[in-house]
Every structure is written in C-alpha cells, then in structure tokens.
C-alpha cells in the first residue's frame, strides 16, 4: 500500500506516463526545498512564512493524495492563518509529524521514478 | 473561431502550474505562458494576453495588487483569481474591483478553469463578430456606395446630407413614395458620430393611430388592460442613436400635439408612468405629402412643423435625376446577377425605354421591373420586351418621353387609328382634324 495516490493527476493527462513522472519529480524537488525553509521559519517563529509555503503545496498534497499528509497541512495552513492562537509547541509537532510523512512518500517516489 | 488564444498563468507553485498548464494546453487555440512571480507577469502585459489565471497568495506581490496593476494597464483583460482560499468576503473584493471570476483551488479547478476559458474564446468571438458587422453595416451605408447618382438633383441632396451629419439638427426628409427618404435617413445616421447606436424607424402609417402613443413613449405596467409588463418605447429604444419618424404626415392632430410636447421638452414619461426619462435621441422624419400644404389645410399641427423641419432635405423623384435611371437600373441588375449567379446587361434599346418612362413609383418601382426584367429574359441580355412597365400611361408618362409635335402627332393618330379598327373617317371626327392629314401620313408611310 503505497502512502500517496495517482489516479487524480493521471485523470488530468489522461494517463500520460512521461507527464506523471515529470510531476512527481517536480512534487519531489519543490518539497525537498520546503520542507527546511518551513522548519526554519518555525524555528523563528516566522508564522507568516510558515502560512504562505504551507499554503502553496497544499493543493498538490492534495492531488496526489497523500492521506497521512492532508490533515496535518491543512491544519498548519488554518493555524498559521490567524497569529493570536499559535500554539508553538502544538505547532512544531504536527510539523514534525508531516515531515516524517512526507519524506517517506519521497523516498517511495524517488523509488517509483527516479530509480 | 479564435485562433492563439494567448493564456497566462501566475502561479508560484510549480506543481499546479504545470497541472494548469498541461490541462489547459489541450485546447489546440491556446497558447500559454507560465510565470512563478506577479512581477514577471506585469512586466510581460506587452505580449497582449487575451486571459489571465492569477494565484492569489503570491510570493512578492499580492494577488490584489497585481490584479489591479492588470486592469490599470487594461480592463479589457479578464483576469480569473486561483486561491486555496476559500474566504468569501475575499472573492467578492476581488469581483468587485473587476477579477473576470473567482476560482477554489480543489479537484474540480482545471474544469472550471476551462469552462471559463473557452466562455472567454466565444465571449470574445462574438465581440469580434458584433464588431465587423457594425463595420460592415456602416460600409454599407456609406454615402459614396449607397447613394447611387451622378446627377445634380442628387447631389445637392448628398451635400445636405453631409452638412447635417456633424450636427444633431433634426432633419426632414420629403419625397415622393420610392424615391429613397429611408435610404437617406440611414445614410445621415451610419455617417455621423452615432453610427455605432441604434437606427430605430418607426412607420407612423403602419401602426394603427391608437397605438402609436405606446409604440413611441412606451407604457408601464397596468397602464390600460392588457399591459401585462412595462414596455419601453422607440424613443427609449433608440437611446442615444437616431429616431425616424417615417410618415409623419399620416400622424393624427391629437398625436402630434404629445409629440411636439416630448420635442419641445426633450423628455417624455411612459403612458401609465411618472417617472420622466430624457430623450437623447436624434429625430429624423419623413413624408411623401407637402407638409406646408398639410399645414394651410389644418391637418398638421403649424407649432410641430416648424419643430420638425430643421434642415430640410428633398429627395428628388426619379424622373428628374437624369440619366440616374440608368446608373440604378445597372446596378440592381449586378445585384440580381450576383444573388443569383449568373451575368446580365442591360441592352441600349431597354436603357432607352427605360429611361422614357415616369416610374411613379420611383426607385422602388424602378427595381421591381428591373428585377422582373432579369426574370423574364431567357439570355444574358435585357431587351425593350422584358420591361414589363404596369403604370397607367398618364399624361405625364406620354410627355416624358420628349418626342417633336411631328412625333407626338404621328402616335396620337396612331393610337387612335388603332383604337378605331383604322377607320379614317371616325378618327378624324374624333380628333377633330381634316381626313387628308391621316391619309397623307399614311401614304408617307409614317403610321
């Protein structure tokens, strides 16, 4: 049981092969670069910056269907979007959960198709 | 249809732009550019996109500030706001201040965007198609294609016609039934500034006189039984275009005082209604009587005459335009040809019958026949026996063709012999002139 899913993005290039893997690859070099500027934007507190990255690979966490992954971005892009109720702690955890989560369907998709 | 359909897409996530991109491309009409920043979409507005998908949480500038950079540079571009946010009060802001539609990021956001997209291709290929026939109806119109004449009767009608077309000086149009008052009323109209506004003709003697009140100011609902919803009237439908009153000499007395009151006042209010709504329209009217005459026997409202009569203009008849007969008679005869493809002239013996005639129906009258003509003949070619000319030989008609006394002497007696089955004695009874001018005529061989 793979930790993400295909169908809607292959929906949208109607099995288009060379298509998935290129975003795949790209899913794969945009959250390698994310996930230490978010970590370090924490690290700051830097909320703002936190909301804006989170919020920009929402959508396609949700498009390959990441299921570990979906609440817990979800819940960082609504935290982060109203300062006064920031829970630092509550905070760094989740992320580090979603991290965990998403470095392991990295590593399944650079198995999948960047061999 | 719209070919290169140029797309933009401002997007900072790469993923969703390339998702946006791939879907999009599929329509073979478009052509599309990708850009990650709002700044390197501003700074490429010059490549003229016809459609904009701008992501609204951007990384240097705001989807607002870009949207409004987009419009300032041109309205024209509609620009279709991608957010993951799904804050109503956000979409309605940006709808108002002039984003073309307002889109969720979510998994039916490809579909939405291309149903938009190709709204936009159709939106704008109507636009496109509104616009050329508005050309088109203008050449059309043209004062140098549309009025066809080489005589100066004529021509002192076009030099009116243009005297009145940077003014808005209410004109009068008089002329005989056929002679082409609507011709000249559309060509004042598609030649001056409000060409691109409405041309409303009202036929004032088409329209049953109880009628016309409703017809022109309009009427609200309830305004008498039967008014089941509020209707605007010509004045209101022609807006800030040209009005033409054609016949108003068929207008009745009662009638033509509210008209003169609407003219006087430039403001009317709908029958039924309170409300008072300003006229902006031109008018321009017409009639085949003689108003003046109208006027002396108290049949046309003085005060309403002197209203409408501004610059008057008198379309000639066809009789006295010369050799326009001719120039027309070719001309509906191209046209026929060219409707029905096939290629006709018209010989010199039909021009010459043509041409000696009175054509009381004027214009009208004139393409009737020459449309017949091209009918009837079996060749390329319009001869004297295919002009079928239907008006009673009046006095008028006789002394058009312009014949010597010899001449008109020679046929009078002619027709008379005719008539009384060539018995001489009978027919110079009747004419009243000696036995020995018809013999003599006759052994002249000259009947």
Redesign the interface.
């Known amino acids: 049981m793979k930790t993400y899913n295909i169908t809607k993005l292959s929906e949208i290039c109607m099995g288009d092969e060379v298509f998935i893997s290129q975003m795949i690859q790209t899913f794969v070099t945009q959250i390698n670069k994310d996930l230490p500027i978010i970590q370090s934007a924490i690290d700051i507190k830097n909320w703002d910056t936190v909301h804006k990255i989170t919020h920009k690979i929402k959508p396609s966490i949700d498009m390959l269907d990441i299921a570990s992954a979906k609440p817990l971005i979800k819940e960082i892009v609504e935290k982060t979007r109203n300062l006064s109720t920031i829970n630092t702690e509550e905070l760094t955890k989740t992320f580090y959960i979603l991290k965990e989560s998403l470095q392991e369907t990295i590593r399944e998709m650079t198995i999948d198709y960047c061999p | 249809m719209v070919s290169n359909f140029k797309i933009f897409i401002v997007e900072?996530?790469?993923?969703?732009r390339?998702?946006l991109n791939?879907?999009l491309s599929l329509n073979p009409e478009t052509t599309i550019s990708c850009f990650e920043t709002g700044q390197e979409c501003l700074d490429n507005l010059h490549l003229k996109p016809d459609a904009i998908t701008l992501d609204y949480?951007l990384?240097d500038i705001s989807g607002e500030v870009v949207l409004n950079r987009i419009l300032a540079f041109d309205n024209q571009i509609p620009v279709i706001i991608v957010s993951?946010?799904d804050d109503i009060s956000t979409a309605i802001n940006l709808l108002k201040k002039g984003a073309y539609d307002y889109v969720i990021?979510?998994?039916d956001t490809?579909n939405r965007i291309w149903s938009i997209i190709n709204n936009i291709i159709e939106k704008n290929a109507l636009k496109k198609e509104v616009q050329d026939l508005k050309e088109q109806v203008k050449s059309q119109f043209d004062i140098k294609t549309n009025i066809i004449s080489s005589s100066k009767a004529m021509h002192r009608v076009i030099t009116m016609i243009n005297k009145s077309l940077n003014s808005n000086i209410t004109v009068s149009i008089t002329g005989e039934t056929g002679s082409g008052k609507e011709v000249v009323a559309k060509s004042i109209h598609y030649n001056s500034n409000r060409s691109k506004r409405p041309f409303i003709p009202v036929n004032i003697a088409a329209i049953p006189s109880e009628l016309i009140e409703t017809e022109l100011f309009g009427h609200e609902k309830g305004a008498f039984t039967g008014a089941m919803a509020r209707r605007i009237g010509k004045f209101e439908e022609a807006k800030d275009g040209t009005l033409f009153l054609d016949e108003i000499g068929e207008m009745n007395l009662g009638m033509q005082a509210k008209l003169l009151r609407v003219l006087q006042e430039r403001e009317l209010t709908r029958v039924g209604g309170n409300e008072i709504i300003k006229l902006k329209c031109r008018v321009i009217s017409s009639t085949h009587k003689n108003l003046r005459e109208e006027v002396t026997a108290g049949r046309f409202r003085e005060d309403l005459y002197y209203r409408l009569i501004g610059l008057p203009i008198l379309v000639p008849p066809l009789r006295e335009r010369d050799s326009d007969v001719i120039l027309l008679a070719k001309h509906f005869a191209f046209e026929y040809a060219k409707d029905n493809n096939i290629k006709i002239k018209i010989s010199p013996e039909a021009q010459n019958k043509l041409l000696h005639y009175h054509w009381p129906g004027n214009i009208r009258e004139l393409k009737a026949v020459v449309e017949l003509a091209c009918v009837m003949t079996d060749t390329e070619e319009v001869n004297p026996e295919h002009i079928i000319l239907n008006s009673h030989n009046t006095l008028e008609s006789i002394l058009t063709s312009e014949l010597t006394m010899e001449e008109y002497k020679i046929a009078i007696i002619g027709h008379y012999l005719k008539k009384y089955d060539k018995d001489i004695l009978t027919v110079a009874k009747k004419l009243e002139i000696g036995k020995s001018t018809i013999y003599r005529m006759l052994q002249n061989n000259l009947i």
């Not at chain 2, 900072?12 to 969703?16: A, G, K, L, R, V």
Request: zero cysteines; hydrophobic letters at 10%; glycine letters at 6%.
């Open positions: 900072d996530d790469p993923f969703y390339n998702v791939y879907h949480s990384p993951g946010q990021k979510d998994d490809k």
